[in-house]
């Protein structure tokens, strides 16, 4: 079944950063990076193989003599800009936050550690093909030749890393399947708290909707007669740096690189470049379990016999005020997947993607693809569980495919809901080729799009018919998102590299379509004696010249801003109750007299929060960069910058917006639009990009807001892809560990 997509693995630990503290007693027991002389000496030699050049950005550039050469730079050069990132991803990925945040963690990392065992990892390392071994030797080499020399830098919990380490974080998705099993469910099945109400993974109103917008264009409508690409990313701020790997081994991929992980995860080789929007098919699914006890155990039905559970297990340690501590855990997994929870008398078990070593191929695989056919044979490993591609390249093709790991069903069930684990007819049927997959491939209206969107929009005239294919194929409905990006493509013409940019930075929203004609009716449908019709003619008056675009200096859209968010805040459990997106239930089964209020309201909170209703919206909108440091928060009192563009709920393509509790009066953004990039394919690449904030993690670094301005604007930096242009704009050239 489809569930609610909760915070992928490595934005619940960027959310974290600024909570963990050192362990430097427990990590103390773990040997040190590089802790014989002999292993010190081969990582300086790997290092002497490796040049890293970081331009006047600080983006670093890393040149290999071999792809492993590469990656070993790569690893290097993150542990450089922000080590705790790094180390915190793979402490949450291996299941050992409590370790270091203590108790309240233990069900998050038993969610990992239903999945994730280290003597099966390593299992997979040692059977896994000389290439990735090399590579994955490389990238744990990296990091502790970065820890090596420098002794100042204190692991939180991880001293040494380990080769096969690198599986425990690799499918393309950043473990956000494994994040759709809820924890308070998890908790209640094999703790001692109550039951939830409600048992499925909520899928009410998202503070700022998790996805991407990837667009393509065609040569025949771009103006160089090359195709064109967006990478347009919308996750936590700061969860992906900008990298660009070169080997002599044929590698030269540019773009966004997940903290921890060697593989360029949505950029570009001088050949082709893709881009990943989250959704795709339905690819996780649970199922009832009807249990009983036996001696020594338990036991499932299933056909017409019985199956046992099989028992692990799970030790727990964790953090307390006078040492670690440990809590064991009974798990328990029938043959479809581990037991998450119960239901109806009955147990839960869900099904997902487990290939950690293929996905891994395939990430890396796509870096390296030179042109279409050698980028769909890796497609072909299909272990992309969530992810839809945008894709283009130099010979002019652009491609869509939706998802890539889509599990074969029996049509006849409803996949969407638990279904009945004693029927053998549920069972997942092998995969879906490829082929039979919901794709695209040059389009004759000459664009794709998507937006965290279904498939059956997107290219105009081309866009696949959905009732085609199974239920299953497609798991998310239309968006505002998806409307917009149709409206901004479907008469594109002689699009440039810039003009590809400004189209992804459109300002119109088009979630206010339906609504502010909407309120302006039921205004004007009240009697004249009804107190709101006078003190909502000015509000009204506003939004009915308003233009439906936004900007910094907008009143209208800090009005619209503050009344979508009050409606939605009032609406958001009826919506949850039906199943519905909630902008998709604010914008179609609100009475007229819950808009009204909500404008009241919405009116009150600015005149309170900002001393007038009429505040323009870059006074409330703003990008504040904030160190990590333990205890910081947005300040109101400090620095900070102006932003049009707004949450994407709204259909603002580029997306802005908060889903830290807010304290403040103003609105901080902190997920949306992080790394962007444009590419044009042609003789010679040529992209521009942006970074929100910079490239370090470090306050005193330079490259920790320099690019905070023109993130700001919408304004891009041009991408160093050659190395003359590299070294034309060079901030420094070193081997790591000078």
Not at 569 to 594: G, N, W
Request: glycine share 8%; with cysteine; aromatic share 12%.
């Amino acid at each position: 079944m489809t569930l609610s997509r909760a915070t992928p693995v490595a934005i619940a630990c960027a959310a974290l950063f600024a909570l963990v503290q050192p362990v430097a007693a427990h990590a103390a027991a773990q040997p040190h990076a590089a802790s014989t002389s002999s292993e010190r000496a081969r990582l300086q030699a790997q290092a002497r193989r490796v040049t890293i050049l970081r331009d006047k950005w600080g983006i670093p550039h890393v040149f290999g003599k071999t792809d492993a050469d590469a990656v070993f730079g790569t690893l290097y050069a993150q542990a450089e800009d922000d080590f705790n990132r790094v180390e915190l991803n793979y402490i949450n990925a291996l299941g050992r936050l409590a370790e270091v945040e203590g108790e309240k963690e233990i069900w998050r990392d038993l969610r990992m550690k239903l999945y994730i065992d280290p003597a099966e990892l390593k299992a997979k390392y040692a059977k896994s093909p000389a290439w990735l071994k090399k590579l994955m030797d490389a990238y744990a080499d990296g990091l502790n030749w970065y820890l090596a020399t420098h002794p100042q830098v204190k692991p939180r919990l991880i001293t040494r890393f380990e080769p096969w380490m690198a599986l425990a974080f690799s499918e393309g998705s950043i473990g956000g399947d494994i994040e759709t099993i809820d924890l308070k469910a998890l908790q209640a099945f094999y703790g001692t708290a109550p039951a939830p109400a409600v048992a499925l993974a909520d899928k009410g109103f998202d503070p700022e909707p998790r996805g991407s917008n990837g667009f393509a264009i065609a040569p025949r409508l771009a103006a160089g007669g090359h195709a064109l690409l967006l990478i347009n990313p919308h996750t936590s701020f700061y969860f992906r740096p900008e990298i660009h790997m070169v080997s002599g081994e044929g590698l030269n991929a540019y773009g966004a690189v997940t903290w921890g992980q060697f593989f360029i995860y949505q950029g570009f080789n001088d050949r082709v470049g893709w881009m990943h929007t989250s959704g795709g098919g339905d690819v996780i699914d649970e199922y009832l379990e009807t249990v009983a006890r036996r001696a020594g155990g338990f036991v499932y039905k299933y056909g017409a016999g019985e199956r046992t559970v099989r028992a692990k297990t799970i030790a727990l340690p964790y953090r307390t005020a006078h040492g670690m501590a440990t809590r064991t855990v009974t798990a328990y997994f029938t043959h479809h997947g581990p037991v998450i929870r119960a239901q109806d008398g009955k147990w839960v078990a869900v099904r997902m993607m487990d290939d950690p070593m293929h996905a891994l191929m395939q990430s890396y695989g796509r870096t390296k693809a030179r042109d279409y056919a050698a980028f769909r044979k890796v497609m072909d490993l299909r272990t992309n569980s969530s992810n839809n591609t945008v894709y283009a390249d130099a010979d002019g093709n652009i491609a869509y495919f939706h998802g890539n790991f889509i599990p074969r069903r029996d049509p006849r069930f409803d996949w969407t809901k638990p279904v009945d684990g004693s029927d053998p007819a549920t069972e997942w049927k092998g995969l879906h080729d490829v082929g039979e997959t919901i794709t695209v491939f040059n389009p004759a209206s000459g664009y794709i799009s998507n937006t965290n969107n279904w498939p059956c929009t997107g290219f105009g005239a081309s866009s696949p018919d959905c009732a085609s294919y199974p239920a299953y194929m497609w798991s998310l409905p239309q968006n505002p998102r998806g409307v917009h990006a149709e409206r901004v493509l479907h008469d594109a013409r002689d699009v440039t590299l810039d003009g590809l940019i400004a189209k992804a930075y459109d300002s119109y929203l088009t979630a206010f379509e339906p609504l502010v004609p909407a309120v302006v009716k039921d205004w004007e449908a009240l009697p004249d004696g009804d107190p709101l019709k006078a003190r909502l003619a000015d509000q009204v008056a506003l939004l009915r010249g308003w233009d439906l675009r936004f900007s910094t200096a907008s009143v209208p859209t800090s009005l619209a801003v503050y009344w979508g968010q009050d409606m939605v805040a009032h609406a958001s459990s009826r919506a949850k109750a039906q199943r519905v997106p909630v902008v998709d239930f604010v914008q179609t089964q609100l009475t007229s007299r819950e808009r009204l209020d909500a404008l009241a309201r919405a009116s009150d909170k600015l005149q309170a929060d900002f001393g007038s209703w009429k505040t323009p919206w870059g006074e409330i909108n703003r990008f504040q960069r904030l160190s990590g440091a333990v205890g910081q928060q947005y300040d109101d009192d400090k620095p900070s910058l102006p932003v049009g563009f707004t949450s994407a709920n709204w259909g603002s393509l580029a997306s802005f917006g908060m889903t830290a509790k807010q304290t403040t009066k103003r609105i901080y953004g902190d997920r949306g639009n992080s790394f962007v990039a444009a590419v044009e394919f042609g003789p010679r690449v040529r992209a521009k990009s942006i970074l929100a904030g910079g490239e370090s993690g470090d306050p005193a670094s330079p490259h920790f807001a320099d690019q905070a301005a023109m993130y700001s604007r919408g304004e891009f930096k041009d991408v160093l892809y050659y190395k003359e242009d590299i070294e034309k704009q060079l901030e420094r050239k070193y081997h790591p560990g000078e």
